[in-house]
């Protein structure tokens, strides 16, 4: 793990719910987080049940999280805003949990990259949050005023609607400046993908 | 995630230890997997103490574990072995509880890659193991005759150690065919590194 340096990173809006049964987040002052994630949120556990994204399990098999909590940022936001012809993308709309700015082409962020909020929290990217239609629907409820637009942010928000997360230290999650470890740089050559 | 097409992986060894003392580890018939790992084993849990490997943490911290597994291939083994000028390393002296054959640059393989044990059990890579003294005591010790291999392990094993893996999928590990899923290639820019 190398330490990113010279970025001027930091959490600027931090966000959650307080009703499980709600997609959408709203701005929080701060939240404190166990290694299983927002206590009381509808994400938190170190389980979950698999669903549309793993198609390679049965659906509802007990899985490994992975997704505790979202991370977007404004720079990738703004870009998808951009794309859909949209003054702003809010990050409550689509779900996030952590509004972050000052790190380049986030979503693409390696996985296993670790972001320190302050001296609490600590998160690890557990991979690029694929669009999905939730989100989507998030996105048009919030501008009633245009039809199709759950459909355009899935295809606008690729490599841009930021990482999944996991908690590896408890501790507050606030806004504030954030350091960045990256695993080095490996080449895999692999195999023929499909 | 992308399945690799044209493998022909495997699981040739499972390895384990009854005794929780026992940095070695030795060969049985399967083990069945559970969210935090191997039941009884010293890596499992969902968390662990950070130590030397986490010198971004104060030691004794609790955070989360990601490694309650490790995973080596028979030919990143065998060129530890050419390099150290020994016939062999057998897994078990450097307490990997999986042996696979056919993987290329197995330990390169990508943070976050799955790999799938028959019908059973499912690992996510957490990262390259680094060779940690332990290890290289551990190879040592079975090769009394020669002075100083511990250190040399440490050197020659670096990028051929294997992974650290968490359960994704709970379940039955045993020898036979492995099927692997990796994210898709991305190229993050990034930062300067130090």
Not at 47 to 56: D, K, L, M, V
Not at 77 to 95: Q, S
């Amino acid at each position: 793990m190398k330490a990113v340096r010279h970025l001027n990173a930091e959490a600027v809006q931090i966000l959650a719910t307080p009703d499980p049964g709600d997609f959408a987040t709203h701005p929080v002052d701060a939240l404190d987080l166990d290694l299983q994630g927002i206590p009381g949120d509808r994400h938190y556990g170190f389980a979950r049940r698999a669903g549309a994204r793993e198609p390679w399990y049965a659906k509802g098999t007990t899985m490994r999280s992975g997704r505790q909590l979202t991370v977007v940022s404004v720079e990738d936001l703004a870009a998808i805003a951009a794309a859909m012809d949209l003054p702003a993308i809010d990050p409550g709309w689509i779900g996030a949990n952590v509004l972050v700015r000052g790190i380049p082409d986030f979503t693409l962020l390696p996985w296993g990259s670790r972001l320190f909020f302050g001296d609490g929290a600590v998160l690890v990217n557990e991979g690029d949050n694929a669009p999905c239609r939730y989100a989507g629907a998030g996105v048009a409820a919030a501008n009633p005023g245009r039809a199709g637009l759950d459909r355009l942010f899935v295809k606008a928000a690729r490599n841009l609607r930021g990482i999944v997360a996991s908690v590896e230290r408890p501790g507050r999650l606030a806004a504030g400046p954030v350091k960045l470890l990256v695993p080095p740089p490996k080449h895999w050559p692999g195999g023929t993908l499909s």
